[in-house]
């Protein structure tokens, strides 16, 4: 089944304990993105990345590092996280990328982080 | 289920009438437009695109209009499922924004059997 996998699911962490959040995708898409959706704020786009080795700010990426080694994988790592990094965290795949018609984001479920 | 926000637009509707959610833009430069689909617990479900080429396009009980002169864009809903219950979200890219996507806030629609 074509799918975006995010772990884990919940994250319960506190101030400064470094964290990754893993995501792998198995449809041999280019473009992986993850975003934050707060409450009132919508989602936001932290980290992109148009295919391995390239990576790109989004519009909040302060706090967050992302790696693509892989073509499948695309971590997002909070080195020292904070209570404002407390969020829904979504990672998302698609072909070509964003701008491309027919090319159309598959995201993942979630990840429920909470830092206290 | 997660909660994708407070204090989102919600449009409530009878099952098997038609549902029409709206989304404003403020960026002359978007070119390209997507409507998504959020159940609870999950992460948005692509629905539809459009093109700033086009005013109006179709899918499976799915229509998305276009109308640039005013940025305003509509996602209608016909015959409306419980299913349909979701939040929608309206996204837009600018044609010089390389591959950033930019989410409108939401509306929940609500389906009363």
């Known amino acids: 089944e074509a799918q975006v996998t995010q772990n884990p699911r919940y994250l319960i962490t506190v101030t400064g304990k470094k964290l990754t959040v893993t995501c792998s995708q198995n449809?041999?898409?280019?473009?992986m993105s993850w975003y934050r959706q707060d409450p009132g704020l919508g989602l936001r786009q932290i980290y992109y990345?148009?295919?391995?080795?390239?990576?790109d700010k989004g519009d909040v990426p302060e706090g967050y590092k992302v790696s693509r080694k892989e073509k499948r994988n695309f971590p997002l790592i909070l080195e020292s996280p904070s209570p404002n990094q407390t969020s829904l965290y979504f990672c998302?795949?698609?072909?070509?990328?964003?701008?491309?018609?027919?090319?159309?984001?598959?995201f993942g479920n979630g990840t429920r982080l909470t830092v206290t | 289920g997660e909660s994708v926000g407070l204090h989102l637009p919600t449009l409530s509707v009878q099952e098997g009438d038609n549902s029409i959610i709206n989304c404003a833009y403020s960026?002359?430069?978007?070119?390209?437009f997507i409507w998504y689909k959020q159940e609870s617990g999950k992460g948005p479900q692509f629905i539809i695109d459009?093109?700033?080429?086009?005013d109006k396009r179709q899918g499976q009980r799915v229509t998305v209009l276009l109308n640039k002169t005013v940025k305003h864009l509509s996602l209608q809903i016909a015959a409306t499922q419980p299913g349909d219950s979701a939040v929608y979200f309206c996204?837009?890219?600018?044609?010089?924004?390389?591959?950033?996507?930019?989410f409108g806030g939401g509306t929940r629609l609500m389906v009363k059997p």
């Open positions: 998302a795949s698609s072909r070509r990328g964003v701008s491309s018609y027919n090319s159309p984001l598959h």
């Open positions: 449809m041999n898409h280019e473009y």
């Open positions: 990345s148009m295919n391995v080795e390239v990576t």
């Open positions: 960026n002359s430069a978007s070119d390209y």
């Open positions: 459009i093109r700033s080429n086009m």
């Open positions: 996204a837009e890219t600018p044609n010089n924004a390389g591959n950033m996507l930019t």
